[in-house]
Each structure stands twice: as structure tokens, then as C-alpha cells.
């Protein structure tokens, strides 16, 4: 029984390595990797990597072929509904100048509309499929043209057929899908700190109240005032800090091992790195797991591989792939 990962926005990854970014100037590049990519993508190529039978399921578009192309190289089981329009590509800029220091920039094209005809055959597809699926995974956004509410639909979908749902989505759409009662929700920190209490804490990911490597209590009393509101646990990362993991009002903390800063290649696709890692461990670990009151003990248990997994990410320079030496441990 395979998992399956949607992406609704996929596309190509362009991945260049440079000395030194200088704007207004002419530019040479290094070396450069172009992948298929999308959060769904990369969710399913580290499952796959981890031994778990899964297959991305993302729309299409008028150069679908090269992408399926990028997908057959690798052995990434990728399946497209036809689509109008093209597909994006995005582009992530490593730097390695020791005078500017590693950095990554990121340039994040917008997604083509889908057509209705698309719509429909996504819904049809996956409805026909969850009955032998593992577990639904709902990552990322959605490209324009999918209906409002259209993930909460897919969530329910699982719902009614008694398969696990683990979500990585933030905002109003996250909030929407709740009401499907997913197993787990995946975000970081920042994400979920503007979804459910905006404003109410300065900063994000990078600085202020929530970048502090101590959670301070308010912080710790708002998750826990969401986690008991909603019929799920949530996992929530914080970059290279602990990781706070919330059900029912009960809030714990799970450390992260450091990761040494010149280690650190291109962190982009850590987090769906991580979504695999978590999922994978917890299918492996839990025989017939009841997906709506999952253990915490077992959820921290599947942390520590997601890290690890995350980890492995972010020293390489491809985003979404596990470096060369990782060995699975499940």
C-alpha cells in the first residue's frame, strides 16, 4: 500500500552554485542541477529513499514531458494529470565566497493556472486510489484555478476512506482543512505563530519573540491554547532550535542535534525532508497505528529520524534529496 503525496503546485528546480551574487553585474555560474521539485515532489522522492512505497500525484502542463523525463533519471514515481498552461521553474542561488559567506537566495516563479477539466481528474484520481493508500500527504499551495476549499476536500476524502492525513500548509487553507481532522500537522513555528495568533508575537523565523532559542511561556501557552482546540498534533520546527510537538494542551520540546554551519549546503527542502522522515518512521514503527491518538512517545521518536532526514538535506545542494552517505535506519 503506497502513500501518497499531492503537490498542486510542481515544477522544476534550478539549483546553481557562484561565488558571489552581485546584482547589476554579469553573473557566472558554477555548476548548475535542474530537478523536478514542488513539496509533494520532494516529500515522495526522501519516502522513497527510505524505503516506503509512495508516488507523487501533481498536475501537469505544456512541458510535463521534460519533468516526467527529470523523474524516469531518477526513479521518482511521479504521475501528472494533463493541464493547460506551463509549468514554474524556481531557482535557488548558493553562494560560497568566504568573504559574503554561505547564503541561498531564492527566486519563486508563480504557478500557471489548472483548468477545470484537471480539477475534475485530480478529484477522480485520488478518490480512486485512497482505498489501497497508506497515508495522504497535503503539502504546499495550490496553483490558481483549484477551488477555494479544494484541500480540505481531499482531506475529508481520506477522511471518509480511513486513511491518515499529515498536512504541511499554513494560513486560512490550514485552518479550513483542520475540520478534516488530519493525524499531523507540520509547520514551523513562525508559520504557525501567523496562522492561528498574528501579530501577537514580534518577529518570525529568522528574528524576534519567535526566533529566541528559549520559547518564552506565552509562546508556550498560545500553542498549547491551539492544540487544544483542534483534533491533531502538531509538530512544529523552529530551524536549528528544538522542536516544539503539541496535542490536547500537552506541550513538549525535542532537542536538535547541531549541525555545524559549514556543513550546511542549500537548507531548501529540509522541512519536506523532514515530513518524509516523520511519516516513514512512524509507518515503520507503529503496526496498525491509531492514527487519531498517536503516541507522543512514538511522534518523538519519528522526530529524531525527521531530523536526521532534514539535516541530510541541508548539506546538500539539490533541494529535496538525501546526501550520498545517509544510511536509513528505520
Given amino acids: 500500500m503506497p502513500v501518497i503525496s499531492i503537490c498542486l503546485s510542481p515544477g522544476f528546480q534550478r539549483s546553481v552554485i557562484i561565488d558571489s551574487l552581485i546584482p547589476g553585474e554579469v553573473n557566472r555560474l558554477k555548476s548548475v542541477w535542474v530537478d523536478a521539485a514542488g513539496k509533494g515532489v520532494n516529500v515522495c522522492r526522501v519516502l522513497q529513499r527510505l524505503g516506503i512505497e509512495a508516488f507523487c500525484l501533481a498536475q501537469g502542463g505544456s512541458n510535463a514531458d521534460d519533468l516526467m523525463s527529470l523523474a524516469s533519471l531518477e526513479g521518482l514515481d511521479l504521475r501528472l494529470i494533463p493541464s493547460s498552461g506551463q509549468l514554474r521553474t524556481c531557482t535557488s542561488i548558493m553562494e560560497t565566497s568566504m568573504v559574503t559567506g554561505r547564503r541561498v537566495t531564492e527566486l519563486v516563479e508563480p504557478s500557471s493556472p489548472v483548468d477545470q477539466s484537471c480539477v475534475d481528474t485530480m478529484t477522480q484520481t485520488v478518490q ?5 493508500a497508506k497515508a495522504l500527504v497535503l503539502a504546499g499551495s495550490m ?4 477551488p477555494a476549499g479544494y484541500l480540505t476536500r481531499l482531506a475529508s476524502m ?5 486513511v491518515p492525513v499529515l498536512l504541511d500548509m499554513q494560513g486560512s487553507v490550514l485552518i479550513d482543512t483542520l475540520v478534516a481532522r488530519p493525524a499531523v500537522v507540520k509547520i514551523n513555528l513562525a508559520e504557525f505563530a501567523a496562522t492561528f495568533f498574528p501579530r501577537r508575537f514580534s518577529g518570525g523565523e529568522h528574528g524576534g519573540d519567535l526566533a529566541e532559542p528559549l520559547v518564552s511561556a506565552d509562546i508556550i501557552n498560545a500553542v498549547a491554547e491551539v492544540s487544544r482546540n483542534h483534533a491533531t498534533s502538531f509538530v512544529l520546527t523552529r530551524g536549528a532550535e528544538s522542536i516544539l510537538l503539541a496535542r490536547g494542551g500537552d506541550v513538549r520540546f525535542i532537542p536538535v542535534p547541531a549541525l555545524a554551519t559549514e ?3 542549500n537548507p531548501t527542502g ?7 522522515g516523520m511519516l516513514a518512521q512512524l509507518l515503520t514503527s507503529c503496526s496498525n497505528p491509531d492514527w487519531d491518538n498517536i503516541p507522543l512517545e512514538a511522534l518523538e521518536k519519528a522526530i529524531g529520524l525527521a531530523t536526521t ?14 546526501d550520498a552517505s545517509f544510511a536509513p535506519s528505520l
Fill in 128 to 132: 480512486a486510489m485512497l482505498p489501497s
Fill in 143 to 146: 496553483a490558481p484555478g483549484y
Fill in 270 to 276: 529540509s522541512g519536506d525532508a523532514f515530513l518524509a
Fill in 263 to 265: 556543513q550546511i549546503i
Fill in 158 to 162: 481520506a477522511r471518509e476512506s480511513g
Fill in 309 to 322: 532526514c532534514a539535516q541530510s538535506n541541508a548539506r546538500t545542494l539539490r533541494p529535496g534529496f538525501l
